[in-house]
T-cell receptor, first 115, second 110 residues
Framework: KAGVTQTPRYLIKTRGQQVTLSCSPI?????VSWYQQTPGQGLQFLFE???????NKGNFPGRFSGRQFSNSRSEMNVSTLELGDSALYLC??????????????FGEGSRLTVL | GDSVTQMEGPVTLSEEAFLTINCTYT??????LFWYVQYPGEGLQLLLK?????DKGSNKGFEATYRKETTSFHLEKGSVQVSDSAVYFC?????????FGAGTRLTVKP
């Protein structure tokens, strides 16, 4: 069974641009969560989508947004990029809402560099 | 709010040494506790979990016991291997989102 797929794996942007990252969950999983991983802050929760609805949201500015499609695929968007947005963005899927089981299946991440 | 605190790394051990990575948590109620592992170049994967006090999670020789009295969930392994080199994350959930610790990098030398 295919795992969680994130695209693109690497990308470089400049300040002020916007970026869209994509995540395809494991087949049958309805929940997709997004995390930002940086050396200084560790793993920080961005948001979770379940059946196309945002379930939870972390403490990130409105420049960070996401959505989930009817096939459970999810995208996150960051607008007006800042240098501090450089990070590894991880997507995780789970059968149910992530908090119910805690069993998340992570993709390899999209590494964003903002110049 | 809920949070997880892990011992700072990096941790460097020789093969066959005993491993302990400390994890304590702050949460109201009764969270479920987890250890995730991230191997180089990969995403995180669930290592073990415990859902109630005094539960012991175990997998691949790793163990952790949910201690409510000390709000801890320390990860242990009796004899580490070079292949255990990775970053280890402690995490909790109370049914909402997952909260992760900062991660502890373990390097095992032959």
């Amino acid at each position: 069974k295919a795992g969680v797929t994130q695209t693109p794996r690497y990308l470089i942007k400049t300040r002020g641009q916007q970026v869209t990252l994509s995540c395809s969950p494991i087949s049958g999983h309805r929940s997709v969560s997004w995390y930002q991983q940086t050396p200084g802050q560790g793993l920080q929760f961005l948001f979770e989508y379940f059946s196309e609805t945002q379930r939870n949201k972390g403490n990130f500015p409105g420049r960070f947004s996401g959505r989930q499609f009817s096939n459970s695929r999810s995208e996150m968007n960051v607008s007006t990029l800042e240098l501090g947005d450089s990070a590894l963005y991880l997507c995780a899927s789970s059968l149910e809402s992530s908090g119910r089981t805690g069993e998340l299946f992570f993709g390899e991440g999209s590494r964003l560099t903002v110049l | 709010g809920d949070s997880v605190t892990q011992m700072e790394g990096p941790v460097t051990l020789s093969e066959e040494a005993f491993l302990t990575i400390n994890c304590t948590y702050t949460a109201t109620g009764y969270p479920s506790l987890f250890w995730y592992v991230q191997y180089p170049g990969e995403g995180l994967q669930l290592l073990l979990k415990a859902t109630k006090a005094d539960d012991k999670g175990s997998n691949k020789g790793f163990e952790a016991t949910y201690r409510k009295e000390t709000t801890s969930f320390h990860l242990e392994k009796g004899s580490v291997q070079v292949s255990d080199s990775a970053v280890y994350f402690c995490a909790l959930t109370r049914g909402n989102d997952m909260r992760f610790g900062a991660g502890t990098r373990l390097t095992v030398k032959p």
